[in-house]
């Protein structure tokens, strides 16, 4: 009977013995060090070829690792296709906005030519977001990796965990930023990354022609801003482009908080970082930064500090998951 307690309580210890670790290992700046040694230098590689040719992908791909962690954390569910009876986080309405999966398609290829199975997807998310963000002029950060890959996606988990653009600030802080261990500082930083990108119509377009059921625009919006949206953005458009900060959409810089500051900001989100004390001071003093033409140095730290915070969300170590070998499906069972 002892012995049979024992042998049982022992046998896991000895074969799976990451599993006696009470807490999984943290992630850690290097993680590939030994294993793929030229890991990140294969994705910076990359995608500096792709940006070159495509600069447009920046803000999506820098949304694509946003979306991964807010959904069942940074484990590169996000990147799974649907399978038969099961659509995936792609299919969740929020997915307008993302492209780029060929991107991370070609990244993962390169990494399977150089060392098979070894670097995860949502490690791939993680530092293509970062290679992005150096490559439009912004910030350089160690990224902590070692994040294993989750082996589920499921659409309406997308739904329930990413924060709309059209919930006001604070509905999005308590509901989508604070249960996941994000505070108000990280949600004014982190949409500082709408410096980035452009967005489709129908995220905003009720802020121009009919705000709160009312027919009219959102008061808040400054009045040539709306005529210049509207051109672009005929009601009920499903198409069209604009760019989240106009005039620099594809340098990383504090131009967004100018935006927001005058009554610019695109989406309510936004918007409504000005009537909170806290996150609109925030807001004005990255606002005159930007429009005294100095460097960034304040927002830059904190967008770091927030990336590897956000990056650190709920993620897989260890044995946990899997190093998926093609980032849009689960590994075949093996038995
Ligand atoms: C986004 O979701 C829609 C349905 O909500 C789906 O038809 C579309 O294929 C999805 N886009 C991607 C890139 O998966
Ligand atoms: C405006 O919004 C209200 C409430 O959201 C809605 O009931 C109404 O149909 C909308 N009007 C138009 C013209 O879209």
Redesign the pocket.
């Given at each position: 009977m002892v012995y049979r307690l024992l042998f049982g309580f022992l046998l896991p210890l000895v074969l799976q013995p990451s599993l006696v670790l009470c807490n999984p290992p943290e992630l850690k700046v290097g993680f590939y060090q030994y294993t793929c040694p030229y890991a990140e230098v294969i994705v910076r590689d990359e995608i500096a070829r792709i940006i070159s040719h495509v600069p447009s992908l920046a803000g999506p791909l820098l949304r694509m690792h946003f979306h991964d962690c807010f959904v069942n954390g940074c484990d590169g569910s996000i990147l799974l296709d649907s399978i038969p009876g099961l659509p995936s986080e792609?299919?969740?309405?929020p997915?307008?906005s993302?492209?780029g999966?060929g991107t991370i398609d070609l990244v993962k290829a390169k990494l399977e030519q150089a060392c098979p199975g070894v670097v995860s997807c949502a490690d791939i998310l993680a530092l293509v977001a970062r290679d992005v963000v150096l490559l439009t002029h912004g910030p350089y950060w160690n990224v902590p990796t070692g994040r294993r890959d989750g082996l589920r996606s499921v659409k309406d988990e997308a739904l329930n965990n990413l924060p709309p653009p059209f919930f006001d600030a604070t509905r999005n802080l308590n509901q989508f930023f604070v249960p996941k261990g994000l505070d108000a500082k990280d949600q004014v930083v982190l949409l500082g990354g709408h410096t980035l990108g452009t967005s489709h119509c129908s995220s905003f377009s009720d802020r121009l022609y009919n705000f709160s059921g009312t027919q009219m625009p959102d008061p808040a919006l400054d009045r040539r801003y709306v005529l210049r949206l509207k051109s672009k953005c005929r009601p009920g458009d499903t198409t069209a482009l604009v760019e989240m900060d106009p005039g620099s959409f594809r340098t990383f810089d504090a131009s967004y908080y100018r935006h927001v500051a005058r009554g610019r900001a695109l989406f309510t989100s936004d918007e409504t970082l000005m009537l909170d004390p806290f996150t609109r001071d925030y807001v004005l003093r990255q606002a005159s930064v930007a429009a005294a033409g100095g460097y960034p140095a304040e927002f830059f730290a904190d967008f770091v500090a927030s990336m590897v915070k956000m990056g650190n969300m709920q993620v897989l170590t260890g044995a946990q998951g899997e190093v998926r070998r093609r980032c849009g499906a689960v590994n075949q069972m093996r038995m």
């Amino acid at each position: 009977m002892v012995y049979r307690l024992l042998f049982g309580f022992l046998l896991p210890l000895v074969l799976q013995p990451s599993l006696v670790l009470c807490n999984p290992p943290e992630l850690k700046v290097g993680f590939y060090q030994y294993t793929c040694p030229y890991a990140e230098v294969i994705v910076r590689d990359e995608i500096a070829r792709i940006i070159s040719h495509v600069p447009s992908l920046a803000g999506p791909l820098l949304r694509m690792h946003f979306h991964d962690c807010f959904v069942n954390g940074c484990d590169g569910s996000i990147l799974l296709d649907s399978i038969p009876g099961l659509p995936s986080e792609k299919e969740s309405e929020p997915n307008l906005s993302l492209r780029g999966f060929g991107t991370i398609d070609l990244v993962k290829a390169k990494l399977e030519q150089a060392c098979p199975g070894v670097v995860s997807c949502a490690d791939i998310l993680a530092l293509v977001a970062r290679d992005v963000v150096l490559l439009t002029h912004g910030p350089y950060w160690n990224v902590p990796t070692g994040r294993r890959d989750g082996l589920r996606s499921v659409k309406d988990e997308a739904l329930n965990n990413l924060p709309p653009p059209f919930f006001d600030a604070t509905r999005n802080l308590n509901q989508f930023f604070v249960p996941k261990g994000l505070d108000a500082k990280d949600q004014v930083v982190l949409l500082g990354g709408h410096t980035l990108g452009t967005s489709h119509c129908s995220s905003f377009s009720d802020r121009l022609y009919n705000f709160s059921g009312t027919q009219m625009p959102d008061p808040a919006l400054d009045r040539r801003y709306v005529l210049r949206l509207k051109s672009k953005c005929r009601p009920g458009d499903t198409t069209a482009l604009v760019e989240m900060d106009p005039g620099s959409f594809r340098t990383f810089d504090a131009s967004y908080y100018r935006h927001v500051a005058r009554g610019r900001a695109l989406f309510t989100s936004d918007e409504t970082l000005m009537l909170d004390p806290f996150t609109r001071d925030y807001v004005l003093r990255q606002a005159s930064v930007a429009a005294a033409g100095g460097y960034p140095a304040e927002f830059f730290a904190d967008f770091v500090a927030s990336m590897v915070k956000m990056g650190n969300m709920q993620v897989l170590t260890g044995a946990q998951g899997e190093v998926r070998r093609r980032c849009g499906a689960v590994n075949q069972m093996r038995m």
